[in-house]
């Protein structure tokens, strides 16, 4: 399984603003508001990918058996920039009732500030056999995956071997008994750690 995905914004817009003393005056004495300039680009895509197999097999009467493995991961980049200039300036009061402005709004950005660039792999493998014996009365699962995530501006990430197991006994047709235990790695955006690397 293939999926791209491509994201682009392209913003330029006058935000209200009523912060400070001056503005929350002309709000109340003069019913309008003033608005400031925000303007960005920014082109993100991502490849995700799910390759896995299954081959099943009867080794024996008795005895039937599913491997199965796989590889997926996801290729993430984005770039983005902000606009330079006097962009905080206020401009074009509003009037809140009937939306008539004073004077048009005007770009004031004068140019473009440095490109933010961001570009992460991640990706997981793991490998899965399940057999089952006497009729499928008894089924064990036992598997193993593993995982990292590659930063542009960041240490690599490896996750450690992450097993799984499971034992199923049909003792009837009706009643079964499970166990089973496993553990994960979860990729994570890295920008929810702090400095030192803890999440």
């Given at each position: 399984?293939y999926?791209?995905?491509?994201y682009?914004?392209d913003i330029?817009?006058?935000?209200?603003?009523v912060?400070?003393?001056?503005q929350?005056t002309q709000?109340?004495?003069?019913?309008?508001?003033s608005?400031?300039q925000?303007k960005?680009?920014?082109?993100?895509y991502?490849?995700?990918?799910?390759?896995?197999?299954?081959?099943?097999?009867?080794?024996?009467?008795?005895?039937?058996n599913?491997?199965?493995?796989?590889?997926?991961?996801?290729?993430?980049h984005?770039?983005?920039?902000?606009?330079?200039?006097?962009?905080?300036?206020?401009?074009?009061?509003l009037?809140?009732?009937?939306?008539?402005?004073?004077?048009?709004?005007?770009d004031?950005?004068?140019?473009?500030?440095?490109?933010?660039?961001?570009?992460?792999?991640?990706w997981?493998?793991?490998v899965?056999n399940?057999?089952a014996?006497?009729?499928?009365?008894?089924?064990l699962?036992?598997?193993?995956?593993?995982?990292q995530q590659h930063y542009n501006?960041?240490?690599?990430?490896?996750g450690?071997?992450?097993?799984?197991?499971a034992?199923l006994?049909?003792?009837?047709?009706?009643?079964?008994?499970?166990?089973?235990?496993?553990?994960?790695?979860q990729?994570?955006?890295?920008?929810?750690q702090?400095f030192?690397g803890?999440?």
């Amino acid at each position: 399984g293939y999926r791209f995905i491509n994201y682009e914004t392209d913003i330029n817009q006058w935000t209200p603003q009523v912060n400070t003393p001056a503005q929350r005056t002309q709000l109340t004495t003069a019913n309008t508001v003033s608005r400031v300039q925000a303007k960005s680009e920014a082109d993100r895509y991502s490849h995700n990918f799910d390759v896995n197999g299954l081959y099943e097999f009867e080794p024996a009467d008795w005895w039937k058996n599913l491997l199965q493995a796989g590889l997926n991961g996801r290729q993430y980049h984005s770039e983005s920039r902000s606009a330079t200039g006097p962009l905080t300036t206020p401009q074009s009061p509003l009037n809140i009732y009937t939306g008539a402005a004073a004077t048009p709004v005007t770009d004031v950005a004068t140019g473009w500030g440095a490109t933010a660039l961001d570009n992460d792999f991640y990706w997981n493998t793991y490998v899965q056999n399940q057999a089952a014996f006497l009729d499928e009365r008894w089924v064990l699962t036992l598997g193993l995956g593993y995982g990292q995530q590659h930063y542009n501006d960041a240490a690599t990430r490896k996750g450690d071997v992450t097993p799984n197991a499971a034992l199923l006994f049909n003792a009837t047709k009706q009643l079964g008994f499970y166990a089973s235990y496993a553990t994960s790695y979860q990729p994570t955006d890295p920008t929810l750690q702090d400095f030192n690397g803890n999440t």
